[in-house]
């Protein structure tokens, strides 16, 4: 006697075999590939408030795994659905892209004629109102001097550089980091009453900020951040990319990344924006600077009210625990940046990597098995509380685009 067919929705198969089947996360969104049999699409406006509550997306992933070509058909895809995208590119991977969405480049070069002054107050000013906007200001500032000094900032020079701020931003006057600097080397009377001691003794107290902020702007940000912005940019279309490439490739570069994120924000917090991710690649070159990580993490915050997702870039974890122990305040940034970023798109990771990211991420022992041999393009998606382990999938005309090892592999065909 045949024994009946045993039927089951597909929730229950779901339950059983939460690779091959998840329920998904609605069609009504961006393709991104395959989870088992269903197709996977994303979008974090159309997944509030259901899945998750802030739309920021942290990508990890060791190198060559497919992270940046995963974020370039995201943010192509996005096009398509009317988001717009804002991109940091320090490595200058997105021309391709940016041409096959018909806009421009701003190539930031040291010596070149494209300027960003990171405290523009932006659009959104108004709106912020100029405590807020002063607010913003500093906390870049004490982030760039930090960075810059390698250690923390005393108490003095802290208020030293609010009052430096403020001295040069009065009225609707834009203030840019030569002006700060100057104002810190020579602080007036009222400055100095300002916190019961002598114009002498602050600037004494906040020289060695004075002479970083200085150098910075004779150095490594001068032509590029050191005055008023330069550069007109269509914000309503579909893209805009900052090119990064020129800049050595040393520890200033964390100080370059900070202003250029800092100017894309106040461009971007405008009121009624239209949905934008904001990518910061190698976003791992900001976190590993307690300063600049510091600042990152606070300006995270920011982004739901504005309709912006920040898509953040790094290798590992341990990028952002690399230099404390579990009670430092690096780890308490890292724990805090991951509860800022509540879509973690985990690409293949070293053995020694697992159990952390297990116990910080919360992986199932499924998804840890998964972690170790993944194959390229293969990454576990947490979205809000949901699991998914998804292919990402890339057409020959995206390949084309967004493919970094073209040329090498356009090379050993020829071989
Ligand atoms: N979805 C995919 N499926 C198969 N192969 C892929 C996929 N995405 C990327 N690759 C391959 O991996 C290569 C590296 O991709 P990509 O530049 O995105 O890596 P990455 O993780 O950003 O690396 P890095 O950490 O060095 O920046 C691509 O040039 C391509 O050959
Ligand atoms: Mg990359």
New binding site residues.
């Given amino acids: 006697m045949a024994r009946p067919a045993h039927r089951a929705t597909t929730a229950n198969v779901a339950g059983l075999y939460p690779f091959l089947a998840g329920p998904g996360l609605g069609s009504e969104a961006a393709y991104v ?1 395959q989870d088992g049999t269903s197709a996977f699409c994303f979008d974090p406006w159309a997944l509030y408030p259901r899945f998750l509550t802030n739309p920021n997306i942290l990508v990890l ?10 974020v ?1 058909t995201m943010v192509m895809r996005g096009a398509l659905f009317g988001r717009r995208a804002a991109v940091l590119d320090p ?1 200058g ?1 997105y021309h391709d892209v940016a041409a096959a969405l018909g806009v421009e480049l701003i190539r930031l070069s040291p010596g070149g004629s494209v300027r960003l002054n990171p405290l523009d107050a932006g659009p959104g000013a108004a709106e912020l109102g100029p405590r807020e906007v002063q607010r913003r200001r500093l906390t870049l500032l004490q982030s760039i001097a930090t960075a810059a000094l390698k250690r923390d900032l005393r108490p003095i020079e802290r208020a030293a550089c609010r009052i430096a701020l403020d001295a040069v931003s009065s009225g609707d006057a834009v203030p840019t980091l030569p002006q700060v600097a100057a104002a810190l080397m020579e602080p007036g009377q009222t400055a100095a009453d300002e916190i019961r001691t002598t114009p002498d003794e602050l600037a004494r107290s906040s020289h060695d900020v004075a002479l970083e902020l200085r150098r910075l702007c004779d150095g490594d940000l001068a032509g590029m951040f050191d005055g008023p912005s330069t550069v007109d940019v269509d914000w309503d279309g579909p893209l805009v990319v900052l090119d990064l490439s020129q800049m050595a490739d040393d520890e200033g570069l964390a100080i370059l990344m900070a202003c250029a994120t800092a100017w894309i924000q106040a461009a971007v917090a405008r009121p009624g924006a239209q949905h934008r991710f904001i990518v910061l ?2 976003a791992w070159r900001l976190l590993n600077d307690l300063g600049t990580g510091r600042w990152l993490r606070s300006s995270l915050k920011l982004a739901r009210q504005y309709g912006v997702a920040n898509i953040l ?1 790094i ?1 590992r974890l341990s990028d952002l625990l690399a230099a404390g122990d579990a009670g430092s305040e690096k780890h308490a940034l890292a724990s805090g940046l991951l509860s800022d970023t509540e879509t973690r798109i985990i ?1 293949a990771q070293p053995d020694g990597e697992v159990a952390e990211m297990a116990a910080l991420l919360g992986l199932s022992r499924s998804d840890q098995e998964h972690l170790v041999d993944m ?4 990454a576990i998606w947490k979205v809000g509380r949901t699991s998914h382990l998804v ?4 057409s020959d005309f995206e ?1 084309a685009i ?5 040329a090498m ?1 356009t090379n050993a065909g020829a071989a």
Avoid: C, F, I, P
């Avoid at 992933?61 to 995963?70: F, M, P, V, W």
């Fill in positions: 590939g992933g060791q190198l060559g795994r497919g992270k940046s070509a995963l370039k490595k991977e690649d190698e870039v290798h690409y194959q390229r393009g293969h292919e990402h999938r890339v390949k967004t493919y970094t090892d073209q592999e």
